[in-house]
């Protein structure tokens, strides 16, 4: 009976971590606030902007919910700005996250968390998107030949840094190379799933392989003729959360860029 009770009791603290809780904004006080934003471009002319408010720290799970005269508003160094709305992060959340939607893709971008005269506003949250970019070399669409390989382009960043790669579909994988414009596809890295007991498994890429701008999954296996693929990109830069959120915080912004192509023998 015990060990019975101990297992729902597990199993009931999993559900609560994975569902979250929410709390009333004028329950807490900024000083006890944890800010997690995110910036996110993918090339369509639009910014999401994400805010996650939590009770505590990183590690929080219990999430406000605005009531009263607490909002949060994105803002554009253009000088348009917009309420973000609340919206849940996936279909089994008991909590809300703020969403907005800013037309540009590229500049600064401020959240202010504004209160009533009852609490300290946080006004400056700010982030610089990385420097937009656009994929060449690789259509959507494209049949990629897994023998000959393809190579994908774009401008490197001035600031030099990272690209951050990621790849789904039939390929899997994911990883960073220098930001140096160029990726390519070898007919290695092409490599198809593995067939084992009739479960795809993929073989994972040999990180000590890797050049500067080369995918080497070692020789290819056996597997499915054709299949749809996906790569994508992503540039990422940090910002700040405003010092009033005493708990602290991040706000990140990342140009991402993903096309899908179908792998071919």
Not at 94 to 99: F, G, M, S, T, V
Not at 114 to 141: E, K
Not at 182 to 196: F, G, M, N, Q
Not at 236 to 261: K, Y
Request: aromatic fraction near 6%.
């Amino acid at each position: 009976m015990r060990a019975t009770m101990a297992l729902i009791g597990t199993a009931l603290a999993f559900s609560s971590l994975a569902c979250g809780e929410r709390v009333d904004s004028t329950d807490v006080r900024t000083h006890g606030i944890y800010a997690a934003m995110r910036a996110l471009a993918e090339g369509n002319g639009q910014t999401a902007v994400t805010a996650d408010l939590r009770v505590g720290g990183s590690g929080s799970n219990t999430h406000l919910d605005l009531k009263g005269s607490d909002e949060l508003v994105a803002w554009a160094a253009t000088g348009q700005s917009q309420k973000m709305s609340k919206v849940k992060p996936d279909a089994l959340a008991e909590y809300y996250i703020y969403k907005a939607s800013l037309a540009i893709e590229a500049g600064e971008i401020v959240v202010a968390f504004d209160r009533g005269l009852d609490d300290t506003s946080a006004p400056n949250s700010r982030v610089t998107l990385p420097d937009p970019f656009t994929i060449a070399g690789l259509a959507p669409g494209q049949e990629v030949s897994r023998a000959q390989g393809v190579t994908m382009t774009w401008a490197a960043s001035p600031a030099g840094g990272n690209m951050r790669w990621e790849r789904s579909g039939c390929l899997r994988g994911a990883g960073t190379i220098p930001d140096a414009g160029s990726l390519t596809l070898d007919p290695a890295s092409l490599a198809l799933p593995i067939v084992d007991a009739g479960a795809p498994v993929t073989r994972p890429l040999d990180a000590g392989a890797l050049d500067a701008a080369t995918f080497d999954a070692g020789a290819p296996d056996a597997g499915p003729t054709s299949c749809a693929a996906q790569v994508c990109l992503e540039r990422d830069r940090s910002g700040m959360v405003d010092p009033a959120f005493g708990e602290g915080g991040s706000f990140s912004a990342t140009q991402r860029r993903c096309v899908a192509f179908n792998l071919i023998p």
